[in-house]
């Protein structure tokens, strides 16, 4: 056979494979569902969650510990290695320990918690906000991946990438970024161990430490806008849906000092704003913006994120919006809420 002929037969060798893996690939909204679904097995491992805002990055370290369906360590690490805080859910309680403080806060675990708004629900308004692609991916701690991108229909909101190991369904790596602006948000392993038993001990919430625990809920409540109102006495000014696909999801109501801070999320399936209805103005930050440590990492679709925030007033009521979304977004819901 020539030289010709065997490069030709090589080339339809690669392009055969080519094919029989993107024919592998499921689809999007099937690893859609995979990433949204409990654990299937157990695994620890390392993981590096990086923010950029601007001038500023943030970096933090943490080993992570997974036993199906829902008991989760997490051991935030200091720049020395040391151990700063741990976070433990057996999916009904949930504590954080202040290692350095010597703290423990405790409250009911988030999926304890029946949401206002249904998982179905939420995905519905992912799948029409956001269109969804899947393909084959790079490696990933040294593991092959499957890619699942989601775009957004509308400017002005983050993309969002998650790199799936085929094997097991967990995410090895996200990354959320808005194109053309100063912001992302990436969230890896750099090692990970699956299908390793986990000790039970490492989900155990000690009672017996009761005496040092502070009595406060790490689970937001899930109140509707009418619950919200009767729980206040005040009625928040506060429509079902806002500009850019997003759709109200729960409230909260929480005290500051003497002060009441009531709390109205929306979402758009993927992305979230909150708005905080107070009853006197609320300082910024330096710089209109922050950076939002989600307690409950890493999760698959919300790991962290940064978000630029805006403050108004309409009469008694002073409102804070945070989200991370573009700036000309930001005015537009703005200018519907007041």
Known sequence: ??????????????????????????????????????PAVPYQGRVMVTQWFGKQAHAEDMRVYVSPPDKIRRE?????????????????????????????????????????????????ALISNYELSSSTAEKVVGRPTWRLMM??????????????????????????????????????????EPGKP????????????????????????????????TATGDVAKLPAALPGGFIFESADVFPVGKRQIRHARFTDGLTVISIFLTDRPVKLPKGGSMRVSDIHLPGPLRASSAGKITRWGSGKHHYMLMGD?????VAEIVKSLR
């Not at 805080?85 to 403080?101: C, K, M």
């Not at 969002?160 to 967990?170: F, G, R, S």
């Not at 979304?325 to 977004?329: A, G, T, W, Y």
Request: glycine share 4%; charged share 25%; with cysteine.
């Open 198 to 229: 986990q000790d039970p001990a490492l989900f155990t919430i000690d009672e017996s430490s009761a005496g040092v625990i502070e009595t406060r809920g790490l689970a937001p409540d899930f109140l509707t806008l009418a619950q919200l109102n």
């Open 151 to 192: 775009k957004p229909r509308s400017e002005g909101k983050p993309w969002q990438t998650l790199w799936i190991d085929p094997e097991t369904k967990v995410v090895l790596r996200s990354k959320r970024f808005l194109p053309k602006r100063s912001f992302a948000t990436q969230a890896q392993f750099s090692a990970f």
């Open 76 to 124: 935030f690490m200091s720049p020395d290695g040391s151990v700063n805080r741990i976070s433990i859910s057996d999916g009904d309680a949930e504590v954080v320990h202040l290692v350095r403080a010597g703290k423990t806060l405790r409250g009911d675990a988030v999926r304890s918690y029946e949401k206002v708004m249904s998982a179905e629900a939420e995905k519905n």
């Open 325 to 329: 979304v573009s700036r000309e977004l």
């Open 1 to 38: 056979m020539s030289n010709c002929s065997n490069l030709l037969a090589i080339a339809a060798v690669i392009l055969a494979a080519g094919r029989a893996a993107a024919a592998d690939v499921p689809s999007a909204e099937t690893l859609l569902d995979a990433v949204l679904a409990p």
